[in-house]
């Protein structure tokens, strides 16, 4: 290697300011030290017997005349020379320069000027001005001082200066002490005047096809800029250094001290365009120079690069840079500063280009192109797959590709997020599964929480690529829905951050089966330009296969067998079921596989089917699937739907894709309840908004005022419930004064309270009182987070249900309690000595006995009192008892009212969904309802209970929600293929058929209960709810009766709702809440009507209200089931959504005369109001069907009219009397309130009115 220095600054034939004063020293007039260092910037060598070197001095403001000439010897460029008194030349010898001795007398107030021959090169000083004693600024002087030529100046001083700090830094004020450093730096030449070009990298291109032209490398390691048009032009050639065949470099604008710059070897710019385009992918070229040669290019055996600074044919190269043989480094640059081929992460920052070329288009280039930075990780949703129409051959997934120039590591780099079009922070989930993801590399994130949905992913997508080199991850976050919708990636906190890429596609309805392929802005089609291709197995509705191409991966070469579906379903009565087996490509022979029936399944062979092990054979040169046909036994009982697997086994010359096929047997003789409206034919009556941008949850009426009284979040909405067909709203109740929100509301004769949760919802909350028109609040103070409150039946109590539930981290679990509050001295009188607080701490000691007796006592280090969390109360029509639902904890506790305290805790045990009567659909991954028998267990976890006494026996009706405890510190919940949960294989010997997500993947799990031995394996499953109402013994805990899978079998034959089948509150997506508490009861009353006892139950999630006549606890019968909500498949959800609760409203208390049933439905924000058609004011007091006069205008404001003149009184429907006139037909009611009120004549006729 030659490496030649010294490329000047300047290279002009006038040397001007080409030889610089670099260092002075001054001592006192008199003395000494006195001399300078004058340095050659040039590239030339000065031989002062041609050109003399002259310094001229001006004393005391003087014109400059000669003091002293230099006439000989050479000073090689770069160098310097010291001139001065006899005590410098030790300073000079030392370091190897030349020395002339001048016994100068200047001082600090004299200027200088430095003069090759007669050109002016530098002036020291200001010429013709006398400073006094010495030019000096910011510590800078030229008196009695050694100073130095600053680092940043590069050329001569051709007019002179005042301030000389602006090119000279001090090296020591006390020159004369030379033993100690006053000569300081002397005859050391500065290394900032002069250029330094290297070549640094070299590429010589690769085998086969190039990404690009060979280029190289060139870096200013000297302290000035190398610029174009002012500097000699750079020249190259390769290593014969040939100067007729060297090349100006252009495009180069100038060369920084430190910078980089690129040279592409090419006379084409659009070649520097290329470059720029394939490295521009991977690393940031913006501050680098890319400039072209139209040279000799670089060989791959070895070859170099050569400089030349001005015409090669008058110069001499100065740098010469060589190579190895680029053999075992293909595509690879050689970096001469680390001496070696580049490497991904070198010390310069090499990267990988995305693209490639080569042979076979495989190789990438590495290389640090003007060592630019990688450009960071951008990852980017490139491909989407939102499902089909029926059941799914995968889960949705995504793909992600990396068009940055940095990997994106798993546990060095930010967590990547997941989240749909919501682009909801609370709602975004991690990315699992993906180690990395390099430049250019592509991967696919199934969108399941089940690892196990991956592998059937690999199985459906390996059949026909090949998927070894794709990673595949997984993210529980929300499906991609066919009507368009849209992915958003965060790398980071989503809390903190905005998201890095958002994808959407649109509505899939003719591209079933489709994904979509943002890169090409179209759905995939089999051969585009992404290599997509067609899934050999099939799903949906149609046996629509899937189409894509998910991580750009290869096809297989390899014969794969697989069954054509991953879910076979058939009608009892269909008589057989035909299977598919196909190749993934076709065979060069004749591969052959066993199919076979999997032990486990709830079908059994010779009752619900036939079938014996057969083996399939696959003919030379065909893709033709392969059948088997399997008899369908049939039968006329209504029994549960059953499932059998078939399973691949014994490949000869072939592998195995889908392996595992679940058959699912419908059974066609379901009982479903017979609907019977005569009883109380409930008609929709019509939906009032409350508040579009708000919601409705728990509502209660007054019959006085006809008002509801409805929650909204932070407020409680007052409507008119007077005319039911147009309800109105009068004005709310704002309780953000007292706290974060209201959480239940109830009315009675006058009074409204209030429950309210504290802005820490761990502190007390409280309790508002106001009037019936939110005036004139009384507060009081109760346990953490009251969560529901009621009205005993005499009015004379409001029981408080404080839920207390624990902070997210659980460092803070309040008690639960209830709270018994005296208002029978009305709202003046209420103060916080009226509240009673009812805690559990008797129980405390008994954990071990509750738990025994199947209550939940599970949260981290709690207490029984900690841990009992009171959701809903209800108390008896004698007003002696209340029963407390404690919702996570599957108990109640009860009450003794007269005493205020806790008598007992019972457990409402579990619900065996092995029975018959129990059947459920589990999954939501499939097109079918298959209500099946499985061997788990439901926890009835009630949330609204009522409770009504029929023959001296309390009853306890419960709505069996279900629900979990889900905190930062702690989720009980699991899926079954979570590696924390482990069933028993000697209670579950059918383990991976419960895997499937067909059959019990998805539905949720507790780990809180089931493992009785406390061996870490499951010998019960625990699901969450029972999706049916019961009643119970409520003093003994007995069950009397569960409606079983009545909801399931109602809704599912239901000739509209039926569409959407256990849809969810939020979307109309069939199935969507199979494997997640099904319909899930909200909320329950029981309603004495004429003698009977009637139960209506809500349904939060498909909506809509079941009514039952619950006379005989022990045989409720079914009367009917009203929903008011849309009910497309897969459209857009719309009309009353989510109920939450519901009152009654009698006859007589009603505008239409009829009884009414009112919803308050939490996520549409909307009020169903029904009418009981049948129910109507009853004639016990009143003799109504005789009547001998009319009123009118009805509704009245003012005067009511009758039609003859007579005596008339009048009542409220309490029975007491308001207005009594006699010997009239008009009487002025306008003093009342509004309300409906009855009006008697002398003959004990009665009407019925509305004052508004």
Not at 250 to 270: F, H, R, Y
Not at 748 to 756: K, Q, R, T
Not at 1035 to 1042: I, Y
Not at 1088 to 1103: K, Q
Request: aromatic share 8%; glycine share 8%; charged share 20%.
């Amino acid at each position: 290697m030659k490496h030649f220095t010294l490329l000047t600054l300047l290279l002009i034939s006038s040397w001007a300011s080409a030889q610089i004063i670099s260092q002075y020293v001054e001592t006192d007039s008199g003395t000494s030290p006195k001399g300078l260092e004058i340095l050659n910037n040039t590239s030339a060598a000065l031989d002062f017997s041609v050109d003399n070197l002259i310094i001229e001095k001006g004393t005391n403001g003087a014109a400059p005349s000669p003091d002293f000439t230099i006439d000989s010897g050479v000073l090689q460029p770069g160098e310097v020379l010291v001139v001065g008194t006899i005590d410098m030349q030790p300073a000079a010898t030392s370091n190897g320069v030349l020395f002339y001795e001048k016994s100068f007398t200047f001082n600090g107030d004299d200027a200088l000027v430095l003069k090759l021959g007669t050109t002016i090169t530098d002036v020291f000083g200001n010429p013709n001005n006398d400073p006094g004693s010495a030019w000096e600024a910011n510590g800078v002087s030229t008196r009695n001082s050694n100073i130095a030529l600053l680092s940043s100046i590069a050329s001569g001083e051709l007019v002179g200066f005042t301030d000389p700090s602006t090119r000279f830094e001090t090296i020591n004020t006390t020159p004369s002490d030379i033993a100690n450093g006053g000569l300081d730096g002397f005859g050391v030449a500065p290394i900032t005047a002069i250029i330094d070009l290297q070549v640094t990298e070299l590429f010589p291109g690769q085998a086969g096809n190039d990404l690009t032209e060979d280029w190289f490398e060139i870096k200013n390691v000297g302290s000035v800029a190398w610029v174009s048009g002012t500097d000699p032009d750079l020249y190259y050639d390769d290593e014969s250094a040939d100067p007729s065949d060297a090349v100006i470099i252009q495009g180069i604008t100038d060369i920084q001290p430190g910078e980089k710059v690129v040279v592409v070897l090419t006379d084409n710019t659009a070649d520097v365009t290329t470059f720029e385009t394939i490295w521009g992918e991977v690393v940031d070229l913006t501050n680098i120079e890319v400039g072209f040669a139209d040279g000799s290019g670089l060989g791959s055996g070895g070859d170099g690069a050569t400089l030349w600074l001005g015409d090669p044919a008058t110069t001499s190269p100065v740098e010469i840079e060589n190579y190895p043989d680029t053999f075992g480094n293909d595509a690879k640059s050689y970096d001469v500063e680390l001496a070696a081929f580049s490497t991904v992460g070198n010390a310069n920052g090499a990267v990988e280009t995305i693209a490639t070329a080569g042979a076979n288009n495989t190789v990438p280039n590495i290389a640090s192109p003007g060592d630019a930075p990688a450009l960071p990780a951008d990852i980017k949703v490139s491909e989407l797959f939102p499902g089909q129409s029926g059941s799914d051959l995968t889960e949705d997934w995504i793909e992600i590709t990396n068009t940055g120039g940095t990997a994106w590591v798993s546990g060095v780099d930010p967590d990547l997020y997941y989240d749909d079009e919501s682009a909801d922070p609370a709602d975004a989930v991690i990315i699992q599964g993906i180690t990395d993801i390099q430049p250019g590399e592509k991967v696919v994130v199934v969108l399941t929480a089940n690892a196990a949905d991956v592998t059937t992913f690999e199985n459906v997508w390996g059949a026909v690529l090949d998927l070894s080199n794709v990673e595949i991850g997984f993210a529980d976050g929300a499906g991609l829905g066919g009507g368009g919708d849209t992915a958003n990636l965060w790398l980071g906190d989503p809390n903190l951050s905005s998201p890095i890429s958002s994808a959407s596609y649109p509505d899939t309805g003719s591209n079933d089966g489709q994904t979509y392929d943002v890169e090409l802005a179209a759905f995939s089609t089999v051969g585009n330009a992404n290599g997509a291709v067609a899934t050999i197995a099939t799903g949906g509705n149609n046996n629509v296969p899937n189409i894509g191409s998910p991580g750009d991966a290869p096809q297989t070469t390899q014969v794969q067998l697989a069954f054509d579906e991953t879910v076979v379903s058939v009608d009892e009565n269909a008589g057989n079921v035909t299977i598919n087996v196909s190749p993934s490509i076709a065979p060069s022979n004749s591969p052959s596989v066993d199919v076979a029936v999997m032990m486990g399944g709830s079908a059994t062979e010779g009752n619900d089917f036939t079938f014996s092990t057969t083996t399939l054979t696959f003919p030379s040169g065909s893709t033709a699937a392969q059948t088997v046909s399997i008899p369908i036994i049939d039968n006329s009982t209504d029994d549960p739907s059953v499932f059998f697997a078939l399973e691949l086994s014994n490949p000869v010359d072939a592998t195995l894709g889908n392996a595992l096929l679940p058959v699912f047997i419908l059974d066609d003789d379901n009982d479903v309840p017979v609907t019977d409206d005569t009883v109380l034919d409930m008609t929709y009556l019509t939906s009032y908004t409350v508040d579009a941008s708000g919601t409705a949850e728990i509502s209660k009426f007054d019959p006085n005022t006809q008002r509801l009284y409805v929650v909204n979040d932070t407020k409680i909405e007052i409507i008119d419930l007077s005319d039911p067909t147009t309800p109105s709203t009068i004005s709310n109740i704002d309780v953000t004064p007292f706290g974060a929100g209201a959480q239940s509301v109830d009315v009675n004769d006058g009074l409204v309270a209030i429950a309210v949760s504290n802005n820490v919802a761990t502190d007390p909350g409280s309790v508002v009182f106001t009037d019936i028109d939110g005036n004139n609040p009384v507060l009081v103070t109760v346990g953490a987070l009251p969560d529901m409150l009621t009205f005993s039946p005499d009015g004379n109590s409001v029981l408080v249900a404080n839920e207390g539930e624990p902070s997210d981290d659980y460092t803070i679990d309040p008690e639960g309690s209830v709270s018994v509050i005296d208002v029978a001295a009305g709202l003046a009188g209420i103060t916080q000595a009226n509240v009673t607080e009812i805690n559990f701490n008797a129980f405390d000691s008994q954990q071990a006995t509750l738990i025994a007796n199947d209550v939940r006592i599970f949260g981290p280090g709690a207490s029984v009192s900690q841990d009992l969390e009171p959701e809903f109360i209800t108390v008896t029509e004698d007003n002696q008892t209340a029963y407390v639902a404690c919702q996570e904890n599957n108990a109640y506790a009860i009450i003794d009212l007269t005493t205020n305290t806790v008598t007992d805790i019972k457990s409402f045990g579990l619900k065996d969904h092995s029975l018959p009567e129990n059947t459920l659909d589990t999954s939501d991954e499939t097109d079918f309802i298959f209500d099946a028998s499985w061997p788990i267990k439901g926890m009835y976890m009630p949330d609204g209970v009522t409770t009504y006494n029929l023959g001296g026996v309390n009853y306890l009706v419960t709505a069996n929600e279900g629900d979990a405890r889900e905190y930062d510190a702690f989720e009980e919940e699991r899926d079954i293929t979570d590696s924390d949960f482990n069933l028993d294989p000697s209670v579950f010997s059918n383990i991976n058929l419960l895997e499937l997500e067909s059959t019990l993947d998805g539905i949720n799990f507790t780990n809180a209960s089931g493992d009785a031995n406390n061996d870490g394996l499951f010998e019960e499953l625990h699901v969450f709810g029972g999706r049916s109402f019961s009643i119970f013994n409520a003093d003994t805990g007995a069950l009397v009766f569960d409606s079983g899978n009545d909801f399931a079998h109602i809704t599912a034959a239901d000739p509209v709702y039926g569409a959407i089948f256990n849809a969810s509150n939020s979307n109309n997506s069939f199935k969507n809440r199979s494997d997640n508490k099904g319909v899930e009861p909200e909320n329950v009353i029981v309603q004495e009507i004429d003698g009977s006892y009637y139960a209506f139950i809500i349904l939060e999630r498909i909506g809509g209200v079941m009514a039952y006549d619950v006379t005989n606890p022990s045989a409720p019968t079914f009367l009917e089931y009203e929903n008011n909500r849309d009910a497309t498949p897969g459209g857009q959800e719309s009309g009353d959504l989510g109920p939450d609760g519901i009152v009654y409203v009698a006859p007589e208390n009603s505008g239409t005369g009829k009884a009414l049933l009112v919803l308050s439905n939490e996520v549409s924000a909307t009020l169903s109001i029904y009418e009981l058609s049948n129910i109507t004011l009853s004639t016990q007091d009143f003799n109504v069907n005789d009547l001998n006069f009319k009123v009118y205008p009805n509704p009245v404001d003012s005067i009511l009219k009758t039609d003859q003149i007579g005596d008339y009184t009048i009542f409220n429907l309490n029975g007491k009397k308001v207005i009594e006139v006699t010997n009239t037909s008009e009487i002025n009611v306008q003093n009342l309130s509004r309300g409906i009120y009855l009006i008697k004549n002398e003959n004990g006729n009665a009407l019925k009115f509305v004052k508004r």
